[in-house]
């Protein structure tokens, strides 16, 4: 299925309701795969099992510079 959806000004997209609804998450994993954007819904009670994601990237998230532990704390809280 095929559906066109547009960015905000902000360079986000609404993952159209009966989607997420399928795949009963509000997590994807986003890849980047040579021309085309992969998304992939994602369970957070499987994660570890077999699937494997990125939470903190220095250089996508901070620059390349480091974290403090507390500020990673923050991260981890959102994922969860």
Do not use: C
């Not at 494997?52 to 994922?79: C, H, P, Q, S």
Request: charged share 35%.
């Amino acid at each position: 299925m095929n559906t066109i959806v547009k960015s905000t000004t902000k360079g986000q997209i609404t993952i159209p309701a009966k989607w997420r609804k399928r795949f009963d998450t509000d997590r994807f994993l986003v890849n980047i795969k040579d021309t085309h954007l992969e998304i992939k819904p994602i369970n957070l009670d499987e994660i570890g099992k077999e699937q494997e994601y990125t939470v903190f990237d220095a250089i996508r998230d901070n620059k390349g510079k480091g974290i403090k532990a507390k500020d990673l704390v923050k991260v981890l809280k959102k994922t969860i």
